[in-house]
């Protein structure tokens, strides 16, 4: 078995607590080596899948939690996001937003579809599970790792 660290994290399901993940994967990200843009494709993808949660799956609760967690292995952060709420047929939402197309207005898409869009767009792997709730498990590679342990300097 793979060998990983796993950190878990519970938020209030409030709009309020999303910057606290943000810089949470900031530093779980910059600390495994991955670059600025990824980091903010990570950050924009976990805030996304959370914001998501709030907005839909507590509605107007105030006792609703989003549990986040984050499986960092040698090649790879896997973020899990998920809530106990209520749950939406995602393939219809996916369905009526996507593909995006230029020549459709960003305002017309139907809420929640433009961010799950984002989400499988900036995210290398993008699985969802709906059972008392909903999970969005999303995973980002660390590019490049392999090419600098292999690589020979013309020098050498």
């Not at 990570?42 to 609703?64: C, F, M, P, R």
């Not at 960003?106 to 008392?132: F, N, T």
């Amino acid at each position: 078995m793979e060998e990983f660290d796993h950190i878990c994290m519970k938020i209030p399901a409030k709009a309020e607590y999303v910057g606290v993940i943000r810089l949470t994967i900031s530093g779980i990200a910059s600390r495994m080596g991955f670059d600025y843009e990824l980091i903010e494709d990570l950050k924009i993808a976990t805030s996304e899948a959370i914001t998501n949660a709030v907005q839909h799956a507590y509605k107007d609760k105030e006792d609703g939690e989003v549990n986040i967690d984050f499986s960092v292995y040698p090649n790879r952060l896997e973020v899990m996001v998920s809530d106990k709420g209520e749950s939406f047929d995602v393939d219809k939402v996916k369905e009526f937003a996507g593909p995006y197309t230029e020549d459709v207005q960003i305002e017309l898409m139907r809420e929640g579809g433009l961010g799950l869009y984002l989400i499988e767009s900036l995210m290398d792997e993008v699985r969802i599970h709906y059972d008392g709730g909903i999970t969005v498990m999303m995973t980002k590679y660390l590019q490049g790792e392999q090419v600098e342990t292999n690589v020979k300097t013309a020098s050498t």
